[in-house]
């Protein structure tokens, strides 16, 4: 299993753009450098009256298809 770990700062206007079907995606930095694109309802569970704050670890199989989510900070 590959992993990426990136820290994200969304405030809950922003996030309230995938609801009102503006956007699907979050685009951030990894802790690497690489840059991570991945669907945004896979932090809905996170989700707070504030938005999602923290650090979280994104593992995927190796063909690159996503298999979980985690907070860690």
Do not use: W
Not at 7 to 35: C, F, Q
Not at 56 to 67: E, K, V, W, Y
């Amino acid at each position: 299993m590959n992993k990426i770990i990136f820290d994200i700062h969304l405030p809950a206007d922003e996030y309230l753009r995938v609801y009102k079907g503006s956007a699907r995606d979050v685009v951030t930095r990894a802790l690497d450098g690489r840059t991570v694109r991945f669907p945004a309802n896979i932090l809905q569970p996170y989700l707070l009256h504030a938005g999602i704050f923290g650090r979280f670890c994104i593992t995927f199989d190796r063909s690159g298809r996503f298999q979980k989510i985690e907070k860690l900070s």
